[in-house]
């Protein structure tokens, strides 16, 4: 929070300055100003909460800097500081302005109580406003979610082009022709998501149109449209400066932004031609063509070099038998070892194109929805699946072996179970520095990340993130109150890449950034 003292006497805004109390009132910055004019070019540039006026200035006095203040609409809450000889005239800009005032000479007591009720006020305004802008970005990003539904429906080809579809082209800022179509393939998107975005896949497509907005803006108009979680769609103009022969050129620079700034890695297809809106389904055909032809081993084999090597890879099915006896048995490492023992098979082909990984995930949802069909007969579990477009085989193994062991949690033995979670949160209280999430012990604990969220919920009445930061949090006080350590330093300590992230994780859990909480305690 800023405050301004505007007053042409010195000793005033001293005197105002010392016995403002910063860390009672959470002051980060005091401006001055020895006139209206300067009061208003600092209101402008810092838009501070408070404002202590002099109404008699010159040049520009406290009556036309008031005025001022309201016809531009600030929402400065305003704390006249005036004379006794021109009390009469002042009380009434404060009347006509609703703002508070004190009498020189003040005492400090008058000017805390003074300044109470400004920042109560203030901050009211603010939370206010805060929702009023919360709600209105929430109805939007609802209205642009349906948006992308909708238009995902269509070119998914499960409707047809109908004027509906054409204005939202138009909502979106597309033309109606002249439309370059890339389907881009994120390959390490869970990973992602667990570690740099701790567990919100929104916030990574979030992160993901940024970086498309910022490389694509000086070229045209662009969107970028989710099919699935495991596909997207990237729609761009080609007219203007961004001409169709040089669409994968920008895609180029667009995946090199992605893997720079994200460390995010896709494959992406291009449709070829540019198409219109009524013909982009035939055009995100061509670009899904064009992606069956990649290497997902990342090999860099042309595609020609793929389909000369002539070897086929290995069939999952053969595995069915040895799968089926671990899920018998409920033996997790088994069945991991046997799906790990699949996938080396397939990296020792040397490439792998993605038309032959769907064969693959094609082939292994159908042992999953065999295998649940004889775990819980008349009980299928519709959310054990690869999906299709999945084009990281380390993504896939891992998905894979967590979805096996979810078929051993249905129907394991619930004391077993149990143990398990509570020596999932003995290791967390030990090795909670490390970088610990739901894929890391799943990986450790040989449980699936959705049954350990679900049942460390049951057992200990929170989510396992959350524990995890409240272990951290305490630590971190600690670490404040006991050591120099700097907030760089602890944050790294505590298993926290971002020095910030960490800042204001401890700040919602404490009220108080580490450095308030070290000299709060260190004066308590």
């Known amino acids: 929070m800023k405050v301004l003292i505007?007053?042409?006497?010195?000793?005033?805004?001293?005197?105002?300055?010392l016995s403002l109390d910063r860390e009672q009132f959470g002051i980060s910055e005091i401006l001055m100003a020895e006139d209206g004019r300067q009061a208003m070019e600092l209101v402008r540039k810092h838009n501070p909460a408070v404002l202590f006026c002099d109404m008699s200035m010159p040049g520009m006095d406290g009556t036309e800097l008031l005025r001022v203040l309201r016809e531009e609409g600030w929402d400065t809450q305003v704390i006249v500081v005036s004379g006794y000889d021109s009390f009469p005239y002042t009380r009434a800009a404060i009347q006509a302005g609703g703002v508070d005032y004190l009498l020189k000479p003040f005492r400090r007591s008058d000017l805390e109580q003074a300044l109470t009720r400004a920042v109560t006020v203030w901050r009211e305004r603010e939370s206010s406003q805060r929702v009023e802008r919360d709600n209105g970005h929430r109805l939007r990003q609802a209205d642009a979610l349906l948006d992308e539904q909708k238009l995902a429906v269509y070119f998914k080809g499960e409707t047809a082009f109908h004027e509906g579809i054409r204005g939202l082209f138009y909502k979106v800022g597309l033309p109606a022709d002249a439309i370059g179509a890339a389907l881009v393939l994120p390959r390490n998107r869970m990973g992602l998501v667990e570690q740099r975005f701790y567990g919100d896949g929104e916030l990574l497509v979030f992160a993901v149109n940024n970086i498309a907005?910022?490389?694509?803006?000086?070229?045209?108009?662009?969107?970028?449209?989710r099919l699935d979680d495991y596909q997207w769609l990237l729609l761009t103009s080609t007219t203007g400066a961004y001409a169709a022969g040089e669409h994968r050129r920008y895609m180029d620079k667009l995946t090199q932004a992605w893997r720079g700034t994200l460390g995010l890695h896709v494959l992406i297809g291009l449709s070829g031609a540019a198409a219109a809106a009524q013909s982009l389904p035939q055009a995100i055909g061509a670009a899904r063509a064009a992606l069956w032809k990649c290497d997902v081993l990342g090999t860099g084999a042309s595609p020609a070099a793929i389909s000369s090597q002539g070897k086929e890879p290995p069939r999952l099915t053969d595995q069915q038998i040895l799968l089926q006896t671990a899920l018998k048995q409920d033996d997790r490492a088994y069945a991991a070892e046997i799906i790990r023992s699949f996938t080396r098979g397939l990296r020792e082909k040397g490439s792998l194109t993605m038309k032959e990984l769907q064969a693959c995930t094609v082939e292994a949802n159908l042992l999953l929805e065999q295998a649940s069909r004889l775990k819980s007969p008349g009980h299928a579990a519709p959310d054990l699946y690869l999906p299709l477009w999945i084009s990281d085989l380390e993504e896939w193994e891992k998905l894979f072996i967590q979805h096996w062991w979810r078929l051993m949690e249905e129907a394991g033995s619930e004391g077993i179970h149990t143990r398990g979670i509570q020596a999932i949160r003995d290791y967390m209280h030990l090795h909670f520095q490390e970088d610990l999430s739901l894929s890391v012990l799943s990986e450790r604990f040989h449980f699936s990340p959705q049954y350990i969220a679900k049942k460390f919920k049951e057992l200990y009445n929170t989510?396992?993130?959350t524990c995890l930061t409240e272990l951290r949090m305490e630590k971190a006080k600690s670490l404040l109150v006991h050591t120099e350590m700097s907030v760089l330093e602890m944050a790294e300590v505590l298993g926290y890449a971002d020095e910030n992230y960490f800042g204001k994780v401890f700040k919602k859990q404490t009220g108080l950034s580490p450095l308030q909480y070290r000299k709060q305690q260190r004066h308590s």
């Open 6 to 17: 505007a007053d042409d006497e010195e000793h005033v805004r001293e005197g105002i300055e």
């Open 213 to 225: 907005h910022e490389a694509l803006k000086p070229y045209g108009a662009h969107y970028l449209c």
């Open 463 to 465: 989510t396992v993130m």
